[in-house]
Structures are given as structure tokens and as C-alpha cells.
């Protein structure tokens, strides 16, 4: 039997048959599509492994490594504003609000703990570095016990999202203590106080209620409160 040639047969070799219409048809090397996700373009939205690919359509796509850092910059501070604004405005929470956080992060919790420590040393009339790190001291090691105290009482939540959670719910006594530094009446900084003191236990009691079990909820909010009014107490010495 005579072997037909593959040039006669027009078939090429490792590839595919020609068209049966004799039209030439151009074959395009495949390329990774990319993960971003629909909404990329909200800068609140995360875009972490989005793979990188030139079009000829738009801008290309980068994921975190290579990404310019102004890009990375802008899409933290959108996340830091966005978990800010769930966490201490109350406003239609509901009994989910442990969940409302998903996108976690740990920056916005690291600057107001920085910045409560930083206001508080620098209006000390001594001792300014040892102010700085007992408050800074104690408001970490304090989030991280109450953070396992609550995973101890069975709770529902990520380890790094309650340390966010409870990070972020000192944002209005951050407030209060910078608005304390322009008052001098002792009144008036106590109704100054008082008023973050309860905002910050009003945003935080929500998350930490609704991830343990009812019958433990109090074991668990009750440092939650002790913490914050150790901080108010913080606030009001420091003359």
C-alpha cells in the first residue's frame, strides 16, 4: 500500500485540517483571562490575583505585586473608609453586623491605636516615650485578649477581624481625645468623654454579641466595655 504524503492530503503535521472552504484562518495564541472581577473599578472593592495582561481595549491589569503604588495606596484607604464607616455609624447594621466587615484589614486599627498613643504622650508633661508605649501597650495586648476571650467563649469570627473590629470601635474616643486637647473645662471634657466613650461601646458591642452564643454574651461584651472606659479614664487624666 502507498503512503499518501501529508502535502497531498493538505493535512500539516501536529496540526489541525485545513478549512473545507479554502479560506485561511488565523489562528490566535491563547491568553490567560484575567480574575479581576466585575466591579474591579470600585476602589472599595479588593482586586487582590488579578493577572496581568496587555489588551489593546483599556489599561492593563495588575495584581499586588506588581501593581503601581499609588494604585495599592488608593485601594487601602478606600478599604480603611469603608470598613470605618460599617464598623462605628450604627446605621442599618441589623444583627449581621459581625459579618460586615468581610474585607478585614489591620492598618486602620494600627493608625488609631498609633494616634490615640501619639495624643495622649504628647500632651504629657513627662515621661512623653513611656505614655506612648504604655498606651500603646495596653491597647494591643488588650485587643488580642479580648479577641481569644471571645474565641474561647465559642465565638464566630475571624482572630484578625476582631482585633479590626475592636481597633476601629476606637476611632471615636481617637476623636474625643483630640477635640480634649482644645478644652480646658473639666466639664466639658468629661461630657466630651462620655459621649465617645459610649459611641465606641455601641459600635462594638454588636459584632462582639452577635459572634458568641446568648447565654455567654455578657462574658464576652463586658471586657469589651472595660477596655474602652480604660481608655476614657486615659483621656480624662491626661490634663
Known amino acids: 500500500m502507498e503512503s499518501v504524503p501529508l502535502e497531498t492530503a493538505g493535512i500539516v503535521a501536529g496540526g489541525p485540517p485545513p478549512d473545507p472552504t479554502g479560506k485561511a484562518e488565523t489562528v490566535v495564541p ?18 487582590s490575583a488579578i493577572v496581568t495582561m496587555a489588551t489593546s481595549e483599556g489599561p492593563p491589569v495588575y495584581n499586588t505585586l506588581n501593581e503601581p503604588v499609588m494604585v495599592t495606596l488608593k485601594r487601602d484607604v478606600w478599604r480603611v473608609i469603608h470598613n470605618l464607616r460599617n464598623v ?3 446605621i442599618g447594621r441589623g444583627e449581621g453586623a459581625h459579618s460586615s466587615i468581610r474585607d478585614w484589614d489591620l492598618w486602620g486599627p494600627f493608625f488609631f491605636i498609633i494616634f490615640l498613643a501619639f495624643i495622649l504622650s504628647s500632651s504629657a508633661s513627662e515621661n512623653k516615650s513611656k505614655v506612648f508605649a ?7 495586648s488588650g485587643a488580642v485578649i479580648l479577641t481569644l476571650n471571645v474565641l474561647l467563649l465559642g465565638g464566630r469570627i475571624i482572630f484578625f477581624q476582631s482585633l479590626s473590629v475592636l481597633g476601629y470601635c476606637l476611632f471615636p474616643l481617637d476623636v474625643g481625645a483630640f477635640v480634649c ?10 461630657a466630651v468623654v462620655i459621649v465617645t466613650l459610649l459611641w465606641s461601646s455601641s459600635a462594638a458591642y454588636p459584632f462582639v454579641s452577635g459572634a458568641v452564643p446568648e447565654a455567654r454574651k455578657f462574658l464576652a461584651v463586658y471586657p469589651v466595655f472595660l477596655l474602652y472606659i480604660s481608655v476614657a479614664f486615659l483621656v480624662l487624666a491626661n490634663d
Open 30 to 47: 491563547l491568553l490567560p483571562v484575567s480574575s479581576a472581577p466585575s466591579n474591579a473599578g470600585d476602589p472599595s472593592t479588593p482586586t
Open 88 to 90: 462605628v455609624l450604627p
Open 134 to 140: 504604655v498606651v500603646f501597650g495596653v491597647l494591643s
Open 181 to 190: 486637647l482644645f478644652i480646658y473645662s473639666k466639664w466639658i471634657r468629661f
